[in-house]
């Protein structure tokens, strides 16, 4: 279950202060165009997993976060649309990994029914 961040007040605050979240639960960041991220865990008291997606979904990096560090984890692609973060353990528990893909299906239709325009963040 994941909550979408397309405002850049959403994606500002991310998963700050957020000491409850479920085993899977988390948060997809949906960007307009690809890009270098940086991601940083101010203000968040669980540690994260964090993955890096390309425009077409598909996983390009995955890292551990610790919480409270505000060192930035900065992509190494500047390929980067779209960002999950989920508990620390997550990916590895459940199969995934780099290479694998998000369902844009989902992830459209969740922008979609934020009154976003999807083609505006590359779904198709």
Same mark, same amino acid.
């Given at each position: 279950?994941?909550?979408?961040?397309?405002l850049? !007040?959403?994606?500002? *605050?991310?998963?700050?202060?957020?000491?409850?979240?479920?085993?899977? @639960? $988390?948060?997809?960041?949906?960007?307009? +165009?690809?890009? *270098?991220?940086?991601?940083?865990?101010?203000?968040?008291?669980? !540690?994260?997993?964090?993955?890096? !997606?390309g425009?077409?979904?598909?996983?390009? @990096? =995955?890292?551990?976060? =610790?919480?409270?560090? @505000?060192? /930035?984890? &900065?992509?190494l692609?500047?390929?980067?649309?779209?960002?999950?973060?989920?508990?620390? $353990?997550?990916?590895? !528990?459940?199969?995934?990994? &780099?290479?694998? *893909?998000?369902?844009? /299906?989902? +992830?459209?239709?969740?922008?979609? +029914?934020? $009154?976003?325009?999807?083609?505006?963040? $590359?779904?198709?």
């Amino acid at each position: 279950s994941l909550q979408v961040a397309v405002l850049q !007040a959403e994606q500002a *605050r991310g998963l700050m202060q957020r000491p409850d979240l479920g085993k899977d @639960e $988390g948060m997809i960041f949906v960007f307009p +165009a690809p890009q *270098r991220q940086s991601f940083w865990m101010r203000n968040c008291p669980e !540690a994260l997993d964090i993955a890096y !997606a390309g425009p077409d979904g598909v996983i390009l @990096e =995955i890292y551990h976060m =610790i919480p409270f560090d @505000e060192r /930035g984890m &900065t992509s190494l692609s500047d390929r980067i649309q779209y960002v999950v973060e989920m508990p620390v $353990g997550w990916f590895a !528990a459940n199969g995934v990994r &780099t290479g694998d *893909r998000i369902d844009m /299906g989902a +992830a459209s239709a969740a922008v979609r +029914a934020r $009154g976003f325009d999807p083609p505006k963040f $590359g779904f198709r």
